[in-house]
Nanobody, 123 residues
Framework: QVHLVESGGGSVQAGGSLRLSCAAS??????MAWFRQAPEKEREGVAA????????FLADSVKGRFTVSQDRAKNTVYLQMDSLKPEDTAMYYC??????????????????WGQGTQVTVSS
């Protein structure tokens, strides 16, 4: 019933940029987020957006480099990633919940997840 589909991942050199997209159906949910998970590491929250305001949130590790935004007409949330570092290499996942979310993000709060898109940053 609920589908989240990420796209836009790829390989880039340090300092480069990528834009990830999360297409939601049947519509965007009230609180949507981006997580990432590198091999042998825990899944960590990166960014979130409260659709109604919108209010946005960014982890300290990406603040000043990443931005999260939405296009309501396309039912899509974006993660613009600039000044990428090798430490940003991970699988990036879109997630959603209905109602109010929390910051910092908690994996257990989210009922809906996309399949992930790989981001690889080389030095």
């Amino acid at each position: 019933q609920v589908h989240l589909v990420e796209s836009g991942g790829g390989s880039v050199q340090a300092g480069g940029s990528l834009r990830l997209s999360c297409a939601a159906s049947p519509s965007v949910y009230n609180y949507m987020a981006w997580f990432r998970q590198a091999p042998e590491k825990e899944r960590e929250g990166v960014a979130a957006i409260n659709i109604g305001a919108p209010l946005t949130f960014l982890a300290d590790s990406v603040k000043g480099r990443f931005t999260v935004s939405q296009d309501r007409a396309k039912n899509t949330v974006y993660l613009q990633m600039d000044s990428l570092k090798p430490e940003d290499t991970a699988m990036y996942y879109c997630a959603a919940l209905d109602g109010g979310g929390r910051w910092p993000l908690r994996v257990g709060d989210f009922a809906y997840w996309g399949q992930g898109t790989q981001v690889t940053v080389s030095s």
